[in-house]
């Protein structure tokens, strides 16, 4: 009787699977009629994302990896087409849970798409299926302090999050200070008592000067 026998070789960095024809009895033996060598793909625990103030951030993490050199970060543009915005380098061989994170510093005002473009030392590329998430420019976190205020202003945000235009404006349409970061610190002790208005990118935000 003759029985089909796979066996798989483990080794410190390519699973090997071999497989043959079992003759059995006393003197039977063992003939191989197929030997692969197959690299496992990297197995994919999760892939997911959330807005945050300014910015999405990623998350991901794989359970095994074999020969994996790493993960290019792609992203949806307004013409449809993924283009690579980032990589993180693979751990090559593991064989415990590892987890990744990517910060998208740029996303648009709407619905993002993004996916994992698993890259292996031989070239070859695997892709996650692909998420979306949705972002809003209006979400963004800004403490403005002391607001009333007589002499100067605080602008608490995050060090990521500066790169924007800022301009502060009377009532009537004035513009008074204007800058294309976010400063840390504005002198405004020469300002006149009353109510201004500060504009980040979309957001309004209203101070007083006591």
Same mark, same amino acid.
């Given at each position: ?18 497989? $043959? /024809? ?7 033996? &063992? ?15 999760? &892939?997911? $994302? ?5 910015? #999405? ?10 020969? +994996? ?7 949806? +543009? ?16 593991? &064989? ?13 005002? $709407?619905?993002? @798409? @993004? ?5 292996? &030392?031989?070239?070859?590329? +695997? @892709? ?7 972002? *809003? ?9 002391? +607001? ?26 004035? #513009?008074?200070?204007? *800058? /294309? ?23 309004? #935000? ?5």
């Amino acid at each position: 009787m003759k029985n089909i026998l796979t066996i798989i070789l483990l080794f410190a960095t390519t699973i090997i699977y071999a497989q $043959g /024809k079992f003759f059995g009895g006393d003197g039977g033996g &063992f003939a191989f009629s197929e030997l692969l060598n197959q690299a496992l793909p990297v197995e994919l625990v999760y &892939f997911n $994302g959330e807005a945050a103030s300014g910015h #999405i951030l990623l998350h991901w993490a794989t359970a095994t990896e074999i020969n +994996n050199e790493g993960f290019i970060i792609e992203k949806m +543009n307004k013409n449809g087409r993924f283009i690579s915005i980032g990589f993180i380098k693979g751990q090559g061989n593991s &064989f415990t849970e590892t987890k990744y994170n990517f910060t998208d510093k740029n996303p648009a005002d $709407g619905i993002n @798409y @993004y996916r994992l473009a698993q890259k292996d &030392f031989a070239g070859k590329t +695997n @892709y996650s299926e692909t998420i979306a998430i949705e972002f *809003s420019k209006n979400n963004l976190t800004i403490n403005i302090s002391p +607001n009333p205020f007589s002499d100067y202003l605080n602008i608490n945000i995050g060090e990521e999050e500066r790169n924007q235009f800022f301009q502060i404006y009377t009532l009537s349409g004035k #513009i008074i200070f204007r *800058s /294309k970061t976010i400063p840390e610190h504005i002198e405004l002790s020469d300002l006149n008592p009353g109510t201004y208005l500060v504009l980040i990118n979309d957001k309004t #935000i209203k101070i007083t000067k006591n």
